[in-house]
DNA sequence: CGATGACTTGACTTCGCTCAAAGACAGTGG
DNA sequence: CCACTGTCTTTGAGCGAAGTCAAGTCATCG
């Protein structure tokens, strides 16, 4: 995919290689996520990998299927299930760029992955990833770093979902996708997913989801521009609501 | 610590080495978690662990404290939780025996570990330990298979939080403990930690819990004796409650 | 542009939370 | 060894917020 010689932003340049983007867990100070990976592991990395297209509202795998593949979000957004038996399918994250997914359990996948826009990934065959990891200790240590940052994203969405008001906890969750976009606080936060993903996610109910934005309309807090968009008007009581746990 | 001439059991014997145990993530098959280390691998570890006692409701580390050290579970329970502005104290996990934990992100503790009984554990320098990995790229991919597999429990986590049913939440906690001990389901189940801690574990509030305790006794599905005990009366109703989300 | 599904709104129910108080337990010192 | 005291736990009463059900509105895609 040669790109032209058109102006390209930088994140455009390096969807072309894998990354990652976490935390890292020595580095004191690192408060934001950054990228893991050196040009060299990227290129170790992109060797193994085949890119793929995957249309939204498509399922890249599902639940109890046997797991042979590691995925690397190059561009769009996924949710991650579960579905249970009483029906509920509770979302168990979001996945964006340079995010990390379909790391095994006992040879097979543990949840539903399926893409909320069109995305675009790079597919890693899960014995050639073990073999790139052996080979080179620290590229593991990055991917190390990469899942503990998702253990406690996990710990984060926990905790979120814990709250009682249901307010509290769309502001939370409008905050993650803005801190996702990355750069300065726009204002404006585009949500990619239906209210109904978003209600599972929250473990709420998509009447209380809706509900909840209109109480956030009607405090002047945030305005919503129909489904996909927000723009919050008042940040310091945004920040409380989402902050105030 | 030479054993003496006492008869001793396998756990016994095995917790003078470092062990961490989950399900790996090839090996189809694998329902149950296993022990991942080689006796050279634990050796490996031993050779930079500290053995440390701490004692019951003594507290390992504070969230946002500098982390210098990673921890493997010896012998007792241990919770982490969080501290949040609001009061609240939410419980993230609770360890057992061959349990890894203490893995920082930017160089500090996310989370506050405290014992819940007396405990035994082994201590690591973060930077012995990234060397011994570095070192070892195998044994790195088993602590992989473990975060990994904390991961995973801490998504089951979730999805039992958002749960509505009291009664519900508490059974799969139960099972949840029964599970950890291992081996047959002999129907008795010890509860080490508080009413309090286990409230703060399900989300609910100290009184919901007792409700459920005294609802699933008057059905006829569980029996407490004590605050620490737990019998299965009734094992068909007492899975469907646990598992029936 | 029309139809289908997604979303919102309203009315009612339910279940967990809050507050308050009594009861059980564990650790301490006499 | 036992009584005492503080803490943990249980129980009750009332409230409130989210769930459920039902119906209407909007948007999106063919």
């Known amino acids: 995919m040669p790109s032209g010689k058109e102006r390209r932003n ?3 340049i390096d969807d072309q290689l894998p990354t990652i983007r976490a935390i890292p867990f020595s580095d004191a100070g690192a408060v934001r996520r ?3 990976l050196s040009h060299k592991q990227r290129e170790a990395i992109a060797a193994i990998a ?4 995957v249309r939204k509202h498509r399922i890249v795998y599902h639940e ?3 797991a042979d593949s590691v995925f690397i979000v190059a561009r769009g957004t996924l949710k991650v299930f579960r579905n249970l038996p009483s029906g509920r399918r509770p979302v168990l994250a979001f996945l964006f760029a340079e995010d990390l997914f379909g790391l095994s359990e006992a040879g097979a996948y543990v949840n539903t992955v399926q893409a909320v826009t ?3 990934l790079f597919r890693m065959p899960l014995q050639a990833l073990k073999d790139v990891l052996v080979r080179d200790a620290h590229l593991q ?3 190390l770093a990469k899942v503990i940052h998702e253990l406690r994203e996990a710990q984060r969405h926990t905790i979120l979902v814990e709250r009682r008001a249901a307010t509290g906890r769309l502001a939370t969750f409008l905050r993650l996708l803005e801190a996702h976009r990355g750069r300065e606080r726009s204002g404006t936060i585009a949500i990619p997913m239906s209210r109904l993903d978003v209600a599972d996610y929250l ?3 998509p009447e209380a989801v809706s509900r909840a934005v209109r109480s956030l309309q009607q405090s002047k807090i945030v305005t919503f521009s129909g489904r996909h968009t927000a723009r919050v008007i008042d940040y310091p009581r945004f920040d409380r609501l989402a902050t105030g746990f």
Do not use: C, F, Q, Y
């Not at 085949?50 to 297209?53: F, K, Q, T």
């Open 203 to 205: 473990g709420l109910s």
């Open 64 to 66: 109890h299927t046997p």
């Open 34 to 36: 950054a990228r893991l």
């Open 118 to 120: 069109d995305v675009s």
């Open 141 to 143: 240590l990055e991917m």
């Open 50 to 53: 085949v890119r793929i297209h």
């Open 10 to 12: 930088i994140s455009e």
